[in-house]
């Protein structure tokens, strides 16, 4: 399977200061990374690079063969959707917040309907579409912000630890959700999380952040075999 996204002596600096080094990290087409590390380690800062959001000190980033430094950056964005901690839905329906990328690329209503009822039941809020945003709870909100991620049909599913702000059993059914729709979806994903039972349960490989730094790739198994140094080893001692 080829890279999607290929990184090369990646240096990303915030305030001045170092906050993330990357030498080398491939992300296959269709894979799902999943990304840990402690808080501050510079997870988000990865997302963050991956969107184009923040530019390189030093390094690239290779997206289908080419450098997004080269890309056009609307064109490129377009490629990707965000999904974040907190679901930053709008005073509107359920079915127009779903629908609102699509409004904004001026997709046909009959089209953008019909993908609004498949990704909504895929998500199970199908029910909830007439609903407000603000009546909606925690996980039916974040359902929402998951089908309106994926009803852009992105190349990138950038997901920047989802499902922190809800309860954990509320949590344990969106990631089984989630693992059941990526495993049939094949969309390349990158899944940041501090836990790495979620990591495990979501992601292909698991890739380590500590410090600022991408300390070890590999499966979950992997890792917690032959942590690759003293760090990683007493981080997942802390889990």
Same mark, same amino acid.
């Given at each position: 399977?080829?890279? @999607?996204?290929?990184?090369?002596?990646?240096?990303?600096?915030?305030?001045?200061?170092? %906050?993330?080094?990357?030498?080398?990290?491939?992300?296959?087409?269709?894979?799902?990374?999943?990304?840990?590390?402690?808080?501050?380690?510079?997870?988000?800062?990865?997302?963050? !690079?991956?969107?184009?959001?923040?530019?390189?000190?030093?390094?690239?980033?290779?997206?289908?063969? =080419?450098?997004?430094?080269?890309?056009?950056?609307?064109?490129?964005?377009?490629?990707?959707?965000?999904?974040?901690?907190? #679901?930053?839905?709008?005073?509107?329906?359920? *079915? *127009?917040?779903? %629908?609102?990328?699509?409004?904004?690329?001026?997709?046909?209503?009959?089209? !953008?309907?019909?993908?609004?009822?498949?990704?909504?039941?895929?998500?199970?809020?199908?029910? @909830?579409?007439?609903?407000?945003?603000?009546? @909606?709870?925690?996980? *039916? !909100?974040?359902?929402?912000?998951?089908?309106?991620?994926?009803?852009?049909? #992105?190349? @990138?599913?950038?997901?920047?630890?989802?499902?922190?702000?809800?309860?954990?059993?509320?949590?344990?059914?969106?990631?089984?959700?989630?693992?059941?729709?990526?495993?049939?979806?094949?969309?390349?994903?990158?899944?940041?999380?501090?836990?790495?039972?979620?990591?495990?349960?979501?992601?292909?490989?698991?890739?380590?952040?500590?410090?600022? =730094?991408?300390?070890?790739?590999?499966? #979950?198994?992997?890792?917690? %075999?032959? #942590?690759?140094?003293?760090?990683? =080893?007493?981080?997942? =001692?802390?889990?």
């Amino acid at each position: 399977m080829s890279a @999607l996204i290929s990184v090369d002596d990646l240096l990303i600096q915030r305030d001045g200061l170092d %906050a993330l080094s990357i030498q080398s990290l491939e992300i296959k087409r269709g894979e799902t990374l999943a990304v840990v590390g402690p808080n501050g380690a510079g997870k988000s800062t990865l997302l963050l !690079a991956l969107a184009h959001l923040i530019k390189p000190a030093r390094g690239q980033i290779i997206f289908n063969g =080419k450098s997004i430094s080269e890309l056009n950056e609307l064109a490129y964005r377009r490629k990707l959707s965000f999904v974040f901690q907190d #679901p930053l839905l709008m005073d509107m329906s359920v *079915e *127009e917040n779903i %629908a609102l990328g699509l409004k904004f690329r001026g997709t046909p209503k009959g089209d !953008a309907r019909a993908r609004v009822l498949h990704w909504s039941k895929v998500m199970g809020v199908d029910h @909830l579409l007439g609903r407000r945003a603000g009546q @909606l709870s925690g996980g *039916e !909100a974040q359902r929402v912000s998951l089908a309106r991620a994926f009803i852009l049909d #992105p190349v @990138l599913l950038l997901m920047d630890e989802p499902f922190s702000a809800v309860d954990p059993q509320t949590r344990a059914q969106l990631l089984k959700d989630l693992s059941r729709v990526l495993s049939h979806d094949h969309r390349t994903t990158i899944f940041v999380t501090h836990n790495l039972k979620e990591a495990a349960q979501v992601g292909d490989r698991v890739a380590v952040i500590i410090h600022g =730094k991408l300390k070890q790739v590999g499966t #979950p198994k992997e890792i917690k %075999a032959k #942590p690759a140094d003293k760090s990683v =080893k007493e981080f997942l =001692k802390e889990l």
